[in-house]
């Protein structure tokens, strides 16, 4: 085998169809929503000719790095296979195309098989990288997920409208790459993007690659809910969105509570934050019973669902504050967790609980220094309206300890402070149960969205129990020293299970550029840990 960098091709050697390449070309984008079946749409003519060849796919390889910059390079079994069909023409076009692929860098090559006209190959990095203990999480993994996104992209620019991946040696991983890394919420464009379906490129692993796509659809779905404008999802709009997706299975029910019945259930602290707009509040009630027994005590998982957060009457600047559409994302991460869940049957009961509003000015609105009671009987000073979350999540907190439940898990949005903290690295999780940090941490690690442990000390619980007028205030009285602590410390006053969990998803509600595999626009994070969270409880007997 010739080393490779060194050969130099002529037109002898190599006929002049294959010698096109294409570098760095611009992603495009797609919309939300990708099948979960692993099979092609039917095909249209590519309008720039792509697509000729027998079916028209796309191709997605990937190659590994060499121990030595100029060593030969290092295909994956896909690879390596497909190279052999083409009499090693992939391998040599790879070698006189530039130096060796880094990790998550891409090249094109066009004419190499009928049947793909494109053939994107991908860098992977080392070669059984496994997990980093410096980064916390499993670096091949997120290599593949990252390096599959770029390829399906770059076949999207071509407007090839489907792709077959390379599994990688990790099919789940790889579809994750894939069905994440072609969504973009354009529900609302004239003008739609391409749509490409990925499938999986050969057939070995055909179990894993669909179990990936549907933890990646389960974390879209929570990105759409959380793009999509405030009037389009308001509380009820929400409420109904996820009844939808539920509907066709049969051990699940949804129970859509109106505000008639959150005032029976005494949860001031929620209709108080409510009462400022003029949508009506929505308490969203989910049991999925995928148990063997459905008397099994539940997970119970309870999400933030601000639909809109203007501040109140604290009211935040005008400056960023369309984002306040996604404040739901606790509740919109938790339900599509669940959707997920129940798609997979995962044997194990859950419960959802998502309380659903706006934060809204007016003449009616929660006023800095009202007093307001929750559900449990506690009062609260309200100094600051635009920490409204934590009243939602008392309440919410309240009512699910009627359930008897393994363990609680809320999900919010709920301080800038904890963006601040950790930016958009890792989810901030504050938590009573050393078992509970346990299962999530180790879950985070394979799906490669992070989870960092924070305290719950008696010295931020004293700034919130010293309040003057009430039982508590909404705030800790050094104001911003602390502040996602000082939160979390409030919701520890609700709480009298012996496994709760708080997660903080603030600084992970968004994407810029951080995580490669995830357009910008909102994230839907952290979804697919949620959800390998449950699948690791259904393997412990732990508290059942």
């Not at 076009?93 to 891409?106: H, I, N, R």
């Not at 539940?298 to 203007?310: A, E, N, R, W």
Request: charged fraction near 20%.
């Amino acid at each position: 085998m010739r080393p490779s960098g060194r050969r130099r091709a002529g037109p002898a050697s190599l006929p002049a169809m294959l010698l096109p390449w294409l570098r760095g070309a611009a992603a495009r984008r797609l919309g939300p929503r990708l099948p979960l079946a692993c099979s092609c749409s039917p095909q249209r003519p590519s309008p720039r000719g792509y697509g000729r060849g027998a079916g028209g796919k796309g191709l997605v390889l990937g190659v590994y790095s060499s121990e030595k910059d100029e060593g030969a390079a290092q295909f994956t079994s896909a690879g390596d296979a497909f190279d052999r069909l083409v009499s090693g023409k992939l391998r040599e076009l790879l070698s006189v195309s530039g130096p060796p692929l880094k990790k998550g860098k891409t090249r094109i090559f066009h004419g190499l098989h009928q049947d793909f006209p494109s053939v994107v190959v991908v860098g992977l990095g080392k070669k059984n990288a496994g997990v980093n203990d410096q980064e916390n999480w499993n670096e091949g993994k997120e290599n593949i997920r990252a390096a599959v996104a770029v390829g399906c992209r770059q076949i999207q620019d071509l407007e090839i409208p489907c792709v077959e991946v390379d599994p990688c040696g990790d099919a789940q991983a790889a579809a994750e790459g894939a069905v994440l890394g072609l969504h973009e919420y354009n529900e609302l464009k004239q003008k739609k993007k391409p749509v490409v379906t990925p499938q999986l490129h050969g057939s070995a692993e055909s179990e894993a690659w669909q179990k990936g796509v549907i933890y990646a659809e389960g974390q879209n779905l929570a990105r759409y809910l959380m793009e999509a404008p405030a009037n389009y999802i308001t509380p009820i709009k929400f409420a109904e969105h996820i009844e939808q997706k539920l509907r066709s299975f049969s051990n699940v029910k949804v129970h859509i509570r109106q505000e008639s019945w959150i005032a029976t259930q005494q949860m001031g602290a929620f209709l108080s934050v409510a009462k400022g707009s003029a949508e009506p509040p929505i308490f969203l009630e989910i049991h999925y019973l995928g148990g063997a027994n459905t008397n099994d005590s539940p997970l119970v998982f309870v999400g933030k669902g601000v639909t809109f957060d203007s501040g109140g009457i604290s009211l935040k600047p005008s400056s960023g504050m369309d984002a306040m559409r996604a404040d739901m994302g606790g509740a919109a991460t938790v339900c599509s967790a669940i959707v997920t869940a129940a798609t997979l049957n995962l044997p194990l009961n859950i419960i959802g609980l998502a309380p659903l509003c706006e934060n809204m000015p007016s003449g009616k609105a929660n006023k800095p220094g009202d007093v307001v009671r929750a559900k449990n009987g506690k009062t609260i000073q309200v100094d600051n309206t635009d920490a409204e979350g934590r009243l939602l999540l008392a309440d919410a907190l309240c009512y699910a300890h009627n359930f008897n439940a393994r363990a609680i898990v809320n999900a919010a949005t709920l301080t800038g402070a904890m963006d601040v903290a950790l930016g958009s690295a890792a989810t901030g999780v504050f938590t009573n149960s050393s078992w509970l940090w346990t299962h999530l941490y180790e879950a985070s690690i394979l799906t490669g969205d992070r989870v960092w442990r924070m305290p719950l000390f008696e010295h931020y619980t004293k700034q919130v129990t010293d309040c003057p007028l009430a039982d508590l205030s909404n705030i800790g009285k050094y104001s911003r020293a602390g502040g996602a602590c000082t939160a979390a410390a409030f919701l520890k006053e609700f709480v009298t299970a012996s496994h709760w969990a708080h997660l903080d998803i603030a600084g992970v509600m968004s994407n810029k550029d951080e995580v490669p595999y995830l357009r910008k626009g909102m994230a839907g994070r952290p979804t697919r840990t949620l959800v390998e969270f449950a699948a690791r409880l259904t393997q412990d007997s732990h508290n059942t």
